[in-house]
């Protein structure tokens, strides 16, 4: 439980425990925020808790099942126990799947639209109207280049992506002019637990390009960047802006090569 207390910039992590997650929440340690961490391995949040106390951060915990529709309200309830307006609400927390989209259980893919999309939805709705009331926040939403460029092998998790940038981008819009930002994060491959959270699903294989991520660090160091200087979307690395421009000149050559590259990484 999180004990009442007076304490400037409270940020908000889901998915603290591991990747981007844990990365994020040093930096924000190290800015001066005091972190909720939200995951559902309490070992590994203990771990990280301790690690920022010792490191003259503030730092609290709550192990939550963000599949669960009921834990949204219930974290909003142990974040006000604190005692000051939540400053950021990092939606980290999401997992992905690869294979043919016929193909994935759909325990497997209702867990995926309840992380990747229900939490976000719901994490935000319930943090945005005392955003909006205090005129102050930033809401960062990490979403994928896949949104922009829909790929063979990661059908729903792309669609899930999606959903981030169309809900960021709304949201962002209506907030014009108020003191509350809302932005979109869109990665490449980050050398994260992820990949070896996706061959772990069932039926699920392995992605390709891991060769080619980049540190969680990297991506930790874009989201400060990015508090600092508010803006609707980010490309992490930053070459990957070109990538909505592929698919919409090269789409019609991707339809062709994308069934290839998937039956040859499967078989």
Request: with cysteine; hydrophobic share 45%; aromatic share 8%.
């Amino acid at each position: 439980m999180i004990e009442p207390r007076i304490s400037a910039g409270i940020a908000v992590v889901t998915g603290a425990s591991s990747g981007i997650g844990e990365a994020a929440a040093m930096q924000l340690s190290t800015a001066g925020f005091h972190l909720v961490l939200i995951a559902r391995r309490r070992d590994r949040l203990e771990k990280l808790q301790s690690k920022l106390r010792k490191s003259g951060g503030q730092a609290d915990f709550i192990c939550s099942d963000l599949s669960q529709e009921e834990s949204y309200s219930a974290i909003a309830d142990q974040v006000k126990n604190i005692g000051a307006p939540i400053d950021v609400l990092l939606n980290n927390a999401g997992f992905g799947w690869y294979g043919f989209g016929d193909e994935m259980p759909w325990s497997v893919a209702r867990s995926m639209l309840a992380v990747n999309v229900q939490a976000v939805t719901g994490l935000t709705l319930q943090f945005l109207p005392e955003m909006k009331r205090v005129n102050h926040g930033h809401i960062i939403n990490v979403g994928s280049i896949v949104a922009s460029i829909p790929s063979q092998g990661v059908a729903l998790y792309g669609a899930t992506k999606a959903f981030l940038d169309g809900f960021t981008t709304s949201l962002y819009r209506e907030l014009v002019n108020t003191g509350v930002n809302v932005s979109v994060v869109r990665t490449g491959a980050v050398r994260t637990p992820f990949f070896k959270k996706v061959a772990a699903h069932s039926g699920s294989g392995v992605i390709p390009f891991q060769r080619l991520a980049v540190q969680p660090e990297t991506v930790a160091r874009r989201i400060l960047e990015l508090l600092k200087k508010p803006k609707r979307a980010i490309y992490v690395p930053r070459l990957l802006w070109v990538v909505p421009w592929i698919e919409m000149y090269f789409g019609w050559f991707i339809d062709r090569l994308g069934p290839r590259l998937l039956r040859s990484s499967r078989f």
